[in-house]
Nanobody, 127 residues
Framework: QVQLVESGGGLVQAGGSLRLSCAAS????????MGWFRQAPGKERELVAAISWSGGNTYYVESVKGRFTISRDNAKNTMYLQMNSLKPEDTAVYYCAADVTGYGGRTSVDIYEYDYWGQGTQVTVSS
């Protein structure tokens, strides 16, 4: 069984930065695609960024391109999301997820491809 634990969320002013971490345990995830999602109140959960097993392929939703960077350290079984130039519309609960049935060399962009989820971490951006 895989456990994913997010950390690094918090309250920040617009224009500020946060770095989210997702630590995995129970199984190595070095061979699998992973991703970061977010869900704001009253909205559907959306994919923010995704990364292939090696980090060689990444995907970003248009609204975060140029501001967010997804990365991973397979030796530490950990994934990261560096968020810069934060905006109030980035406020949401952020979740990390792993696709353990997918091909590791690509990014997984469909929510239904993901098998394991963390509990989420709140990110609040004040204006």
């Amino acid at each position: 069984q895989v456990q994913l634990v997010e950390s690094g969320g918090g309250l920040v002013q617009a224009g500020g930065s946060l770095r989210l971490s997702c630590a995995a345990s129970g199984r190595t995830l070095r061979n699998y695609p992973m991703g970061w999602f977010r869900q704001a109140p009253g909205k559907e959960r959306e994919l923010v960024a995704a990364i292939s097993w090696s980090g060689g392929n990444t995907y970003y939703v248009e609204s975060v391109k140029g501001r967010f960077t997804i990365s991973r350290d397979n030796a530490k079984n950990t994934m990261y999301l560096q968020m810069n130039s934060l905006k109030p519309e980035d406020t949401a609960v952020y979740y990390c997820a792993a696709d353990v049935t997918g091909y590791g060399g690509r990014t997984s962009v469909d929510i239904y491809e993901y098998d394991y989820w963390g509990q989420g971490t709140q990110v609040t951006v004040s204006s």
